[in-house]
């Protein structure tokens, strides 16, 4: 079966009722994990962007927790796996804010990591990647909001 397009499907969607789309809403989280994720951001946390960043902060530091470093192999692995969840979470806000801040704390936590990063070429590779994606992000914002951000990006090549 070939999907329509999005278009397709929203003309569709216009003429259901109500209770027909939230019976099509609830059958279409049971059956992946990403869309329960983002029917929750978008029912439950899109109204506190800032509680929602910090909640990501404290997954992100758990995750940093549970790195295994008996070698840089699984250190790789686990920072890419962490990276992957920060744009997932990105994603689901689709403010620049919100992906600009998480980057951030991910490249605070990734240049503080014991042992440092410095010593792996592909995890610094992988810091300045996001350094780049950063400021690519910042130059699209509100010019205050760069201001803050690149101060905040100076520090933390510092």
């Known amino acids: 079966m070939k999907a ?25 989280s049971k059956f992946k994990k990403e869309n329960k994720e983002l029917l929750t951001y978008l029912l439950f946390e899109s109204h506190d962007e800032d509680g929602y960043i910090e909640t990501v902060k404290a997954e992100v530091d758990a995750q940093f927790e549970a790195i295994n470093t008996d070698s840089y192999f699984y250190i790789k692995k686990s920072v890419r796996k ?12 689709l403010k620049k804010e919100t992906e600009v801040e998480l980057l951030l704390y991910f490249c605070h936590k990734l240049k503080a990591f014991s042992p ?13 990647r996001q350094v780049v ?26």
């Open 4 to 28: 329509v397009s999005v278009v397709t499907i929203k003309k569709e969607l216009q003429h259901r009722s109500s209770e027909e789309l939230m019976d099509l809403c609830l059958r279409l």
């Open 82 to 93: 962490i990276l992957r969840l920060i744009k997932k979470f990105a994603r689901y806000s």
């Open 116 to 128: 440092s990063i410095s010593h792996n070429v592909t995890l610094t590779n992988i810091y300045d």
């Open 133 to 158: 994606m950063i400021k690519k992000i910042i130059n699209t914002l509100h010019e205050d909001l760069q201001y803050d951000y690149n101060l905040a990006l100076e520090n933390l090549n510092e």
